[in-house]
């Protein structure tokens, strides 16, 4: 079959039209000398994306036989898919199409009339003679698993369970405690109403434990996992016999392995042992929910109480968000218990993020509670001097102190993102993909993280991050539809690899293993990206990145400069 | 004497550079004609051998932005 090159110039109405010549582009495109052999098609279009605009493309392919086609039109990333959708109506493999864009890189830009359109040929040759360099590419379209597996029986992966559950998904549960429930079965009361949380959380158990899609598995921890979006092979261990392990097919996974809070003891101004009356806001809520009230160690009532807010927000070097509004809590349940308690909060920053929350304060404020701001604090026993914002140097004796230490990563997060690929904050913290507009998913797609272990987060935020990210899975994974990983990636030639593993080192998708019976390494297609790192750290140059070839680059790079 | 046009090519990545280049566009900022933006997946796309191919045929700079 001879070569049909079509070049559809698509004028965005004025957009572009205003700003370049068109017949004059469309001119000296058709006299182009190293293209005097080849036969061209070359039309314009008022607004090739319209109704009109696609049934008109998509006849002039057919009936042209084009073989080779350049849009020269938007941007890429408005309309590339748009085009390629028309091409698959044609004969037209859409990856025989190249898109230049002429309105955002050219025609919006360019004052210039006659730069703009001189600009405009060159960017069009461009893409004229790359696409002659393009190779068709097939999508694929592989099975995918709609199951979910969930790591982590927190207040998080219970929300999450339930939400996958009721569409019925069926839901792997994995708790390394023996009881689901997390940290949130630790506390007494939520805000704002002070609702028992114990009921709550009973109620969501309950309805996991009875719910037929939702397999809960406790005393277990996740061994392995490998694989992709859609086709995750899994395995889960025993927590106490670590040689038995199980296996499990799932095509999303997510990571609600929460938090832990800081101990007080590890910071260079805590100078407190095991017995003194030292407590962080959890001990503190075990104490409520069991006894009722909060006591000594010698089972009388303390006379002073003082809360420390901020504790280790300095060493772990961000706002904790919950604290403030947690301590405020504990000072009201206390003066609940005994108005005689004198309670006093020390405090550096009040963080009130949420719009219940100042109303809150307002009437914790109102309950004889006193606040003493605070720069800062050196602990001994339950002795504190403290600094406060006149740089007064201040000491306090109390009976009790209560920390609200910084909410941290838990120790098994650094391993569990290496087995699953995905990235941690500088935090500690898992990372999130993009941390405004897409804030459940990670750098690995198919891998989800929510709740604490996320970040400081709240338990209305948790609820929040479980609901996304199982309405992602709704609509990622879709029961009985085929997923179509990305085409253009990269492929090592194995005739030129040499094994030296670079690559293995810069894919930061985990897409590449190493084929120790060849002694090469290969691509796991399903996972690439198509980012081209590889490609650029390759020393042996064996790597090729589909859709975006040397030569197809030199080509189009060539013309750009003429 | 003639005026000298350089000839600058910008290797930009897809995902942040290229759409930052397009909220330029969109937003009617000038940008000098001499640079000739080509669309990369990400710019650790960008090897040596582009580099050099790119000053082989004419370019007087290379932006490389990702």
Known sequence: MSEKVGIFVCECGPNIASKVDIDKIKQNISELEDFQDK?????????????????????????????HLVVAACSPRDHDTTFMEICKKTQLNPFMYQMVNIREQCAWVTPDKEQATKKAVRMIHGGMDRVLYQQALEEKHLDSNPDVLIVGGGIAGMEAALTLAGEDRLVFLIEKNEKLGGKSARLTKLLPRQGVSLNVLHQKISEIENNQYIKVFTNTELESAVGFLGNFEIEIKDVNKPDKTTELLAGAIVVATGFEL?????????????????????????????????????????????????VGRPEVGYCSKVCCTYLLKVAKLIKEQSSQIEVTQLYKHMCLPHKQDENFYDKVQGQGIKFIRIKDSIIKGTKIDYTDISDVKQKMDVDMIITGTAMIPTKQTKQ???????????TGFYQEAHLKIDPVSTNTDGVFVIGGAHGPTGITETMLQAQAASGKIFTQLIPGEKITPEVKVSEILEAYCTGCKTCLDVCGFGAIYFDDDKGISIVNEAICRGCGNCVGSCPSGSIVSKHFTNPQLYQEVKEVLR | MKEFRPKIVGFLCNWCTYAA???????????????????????????????????????????VAG
Request: aromatic share 4%.
């Open chain 1, 39 to 67: 036969e061209l098609v070359v039309k314009n279009h008022k607004l090739l994306c319209s109704v009109e605009g696609k049934k008109f493309l998509e006849k002039e392919i057919k009936d042209n036989n084009i073989t």
């Open chain 1, 262 to 310: 800081l101990d007080h003891k590890v910071l260079d101004s805590y100078n407190v042992k095991t017995d003194d009356e030292v407590y962080n806001a959890l001990e503190i809520e075990e104490m409520l929910s069991t006894s009722g009230k909060i006591i000594m160690q010698n089972g009388k009532e303390p006379k002073k109480v003082a809360l420390i807010h901020c």
């Open chain 1, 416 to 426: 569990l993102a290496e087995e699953l690929n995905i990235e941690l904050h500088e």
């Open chain 2, 21 to 63: 280049a397009d909220l330029a566009g969109a937003s009617k900022q000038e940008i000098n004609p001499s640079l000739n933006v080509v669309r990369v997946m990400c710019s650790s796309r960008i090897d040596q051998n582009l580099l050099l191919n790119t000053y082989y045929n004419g370019a007087d700079g290379i932006l």
